[in-house]
C-alpha cells in the first residue's frame, strides 16, 4: 500500500460522521424493519418513530417487508456490523501500517 492509498483511506475516513458506530435495529410503519449504522447503541426494543431520530442513522443496510432493497447472500445484519466496526478499526490499521513502514525504513532500527 503506498502513501497515496493510505491518505485516501484517512481522507474517506476523516470525512466519515465522527464516534462509534453500531448496529441498529428499528421497526415500524416508517422504518420497515430497517437494519441501520447509527451513532447511538441499539436498545434490543426495534425502535418505532418517533423514538429514534434520523439525526442518529448513519447508512440503513436494508429495509425488508416488502423488500425494497435486498442482499442476495442475505448477510445484511453481517455487513452492517462490519461497516460499524471499520469506523475505529480502520484508522488504527492505517496508524499500524504506517508505524511499520517507518519502521522499516528508520537505519537506526536494522
Known sequence: ??????????????????????????????AMNLVA???????GAGE???AFSHEEIIAATLVQHPRYVDVEDERWDENAAFI?????AIPRLVAEVRR???????????
Open 1 to 30: 500500500m503506498d502513501e497515496d492509498e493510505l491518505q485516501e483511506i484517512e481522507r474517506c475516513s476523516a470525512a466519515a460522521t465522527p464516534g462509534q458506530w453500531f448496529v441498529r435495529f428499528l421497526d415500524d410503519d416508517h
Open 84 to 88: 460499524a466496526m471499520a469506523r475505529e
Open 100 to 110: 511499520l513502514r517507518d519502521r522499516l525504513t528508520d537505519p537506526e532500527d536494522t
Open 37 to 43: 449504522v447509527s451513532t447511538v447503541e441499539d436498545s
Open 48 to 50: 418505532r418513530w418517533l
